[in-house]
Every structure is written in structure tokens, then in C-alpha cells.
């Protein structure tokens, strides 16, 4: 089992940044061996995926809307993932979901544990 706590989240204003933390923790888990990801839900929408890096931090991957904007880092260390998110858009209103990757590769599908979910709110 693997548990996943994402944090960070709030109400900002277009324009501010936040970052978001996902810690991860399980008996038998390495963090280091799998990819990592975020994804978020709008209200109505279906959940999409935001960006996504490899066991090492050394490959990300990142939804057309956010490039530039959204950076994806990991700490291997302290068993976190975290995703900087600057400029933001009301667009980017979202429940965002930290989720494990199955392999080590970067992927925007094929994981296999989420987190409970940070509310990101932007108002215009």
C-alpha cells in the first residue's frame, strides 16, 4: 500500500503562484523506483493530466496548457513531488491529485494510487 498527501493548495488571484507538495509513504515502497504525476478534476470535467516526471527528476512531461507556466520537481530524499505553478489562470481551477506512476518511466496514464485531492482556486 501507498499513501499519498498532497498539500499546497488555496485560493489565489489570476497572476500568483502556488506550489503544491506530495508527500508518499508505504511500508515496502521505494519512492525512487516510479514516476510520479499530477493530474486535476474541474467541476463537470473529466480528470486530466498535468505533468509528470521520472524516477530521477531528470525527465518531465507536461499538458500543452501548463508548459511554461508549471515546473515538476521531486525530491527523492524527503519522498516528494511537488509541482510550482506561476501565472495562474481561473482556467487552472481545479482539484489537483498527486498519483504513482507503475514504472519508473514518465507517463500520462498507468498509475496505480492517488491522493486525496488539493482544491486550487483562481479567481479573475
Known amino acids: 500500500q501507498v499513501q499519498l498527501v498532497e498539500s499546497g493548495g488555496g485560493l489565489v488571484q489570476a497572476g500568483d503562484s502556488l506550489r503544491l507538495s506530495c508527500i508518499a509513504s508505504?511500508?515496502?515502497?521505494?519512492?525512487?523506483?516510479?514516476?510520479m504525476g499530477w493530474f486535476r478534476q474541474a467541476p463537470g470535467k473529466e480528470r486530466e493530466f498535468v505533468a509528470a516526471i521520472n524516477w530521477s527528476g531528470g525527465i518531465t512531461s507536461y499538458v500543452d496548457s501548463v508548459k511554461g507556466r508549471f515546473t515538476i520537481t521531486r525530491d527523492n530524499a524527503k519522498n516528494t513531488v511537488y509541482l510550482q505553478m506561476n501565472s495562474l489562470k481561473p482556467e487552472d481551477t481545479a482539484v489537483y491529485y498527486c498519483?504513482?506512476?507503475?514504472?519508473?518511466?514518465?507517463?500520462?496514464?498507468?498509475?496505480?494510487?492517488w491522493g486525496q485531492g488539493t482544491q486550487v482556486t483562481v479567481s479573475s
Open positions: 498519483a504513482k506512476g507503475r514504472t519508473i518511466q514518465v507517463a500520462r496514464r498507468d498509475y496505480d494510487y
Open positions: 508505504g511500508r515496502t515502497f521505494t519512492f525512487s523506483d516510479y514516476a
